[in-house]
């Protein structure tokens, strides 16, 4: 049972133009978002995230949308830079029975900007 | 946001073997994670490490195949023991530091990438 989704394995953006990404996740008890974004041979680098009572947070070139009715986000990248070419994983936080913290993660999104 | 690094950085290892992989962190931390990501797959949690107490293991994850240490607030180890190729992953390590964050945001060391044969 996959509770956090990204439905597009891979996305190609022009340099210069907006890179959206999107993940949607079934499970109501998520209170916290985040994306992360990875290169090959390293870990996952946090870069932004939104409190479920929110609908928006921006930090630079990145802000991430929460429609929680919809039970989606996304994440938009303006403008796209050759450096954002990476995999870029969203993941929903919940509080487990044991009073600790859990990341659940989605497949990824492959993004390739083209210069 | 703190430094995490991992040893080893890869490895090989025959079926039927253990493997130790260690996680230290420049800093002292409450929470640390341990991750498995299988190839083509997403990340997904194996247990969570804090320091003083058992390691907490999500489903599908037991003690006696990843047993985990964590003797101080900045380093601990997962070992996969008994090995086969179905353990080929790349393993992570995580922290969480709720003091000094103010994201929730959890920090990755770089991975341990297991070949089982």
Redesign the interface.
């Known amino acids: 049972d996959q509770q956090v989704k990204q439905n597009s394995p891979s996305l190609s953006v022009q340099e210069g133009r907006i890179s959206i990404l999107n993940c949607d996740y079934t499970n109501s008890m998520f209170d916290y978002f985040l994306w992360y974004k990875k290169y090959p041979a390293e870990g996952p680098t946090f870069l932004i995230s939104i409190s479920s009572i929110k609908d928006k947070n921006e930090d630079g070139r990145f802000t991430v949308f929460l429609n929680k009715s919809a039970k989606h986000l996304s994440l938009h990248i303006v403008p796209s830079q050759p450096g954002d070419s990476a995999v870029y994983f969203c993941a929903a936080r919940e509080e487990t029975n044991f009073g600790n913290e859990k990341l659940t993660f989605g497949t990824g999104t492959r993004l390739t900007i083209i210069p | ?1 703190a430094v ?1 690094s991992q040893k080893p950085s890869r490895d090989i290892c025959q079926r039927g073997t253990s493997l130790t992989i260690q996680c230290q962190v420049d800093s002292q931390v409450t ?1 640390m ?1 341990w991750y498995r990501q299988q190839p083509g ?5 194996i247990a ?1 490490a ?1 320091q003083g107490s058992e390691a ?1 293991y ?1 489903s599908g994850f037991v003690i006696d195949k990843f047993p985990i240490s964590r003797p101080n607030l900045t380093f601990s180890t997962l070992t996969v023991s008994n090995m086969s190729p179905e353990d080929s992953s790349i393993y ?1 390590c ?1 922290v ?1 530091d709720w003091e000094t964050n103010s ?9 341990t ?1 297991l070949t089982v044969l």
């Open positions: 946001s995490i929470m994670f797959q997403s990340l997904t949690l969570t804090n907490t999500e992570l995580s969480e994201y929730n945001e959890q920090f990755f060391g770089p991975g990438r």
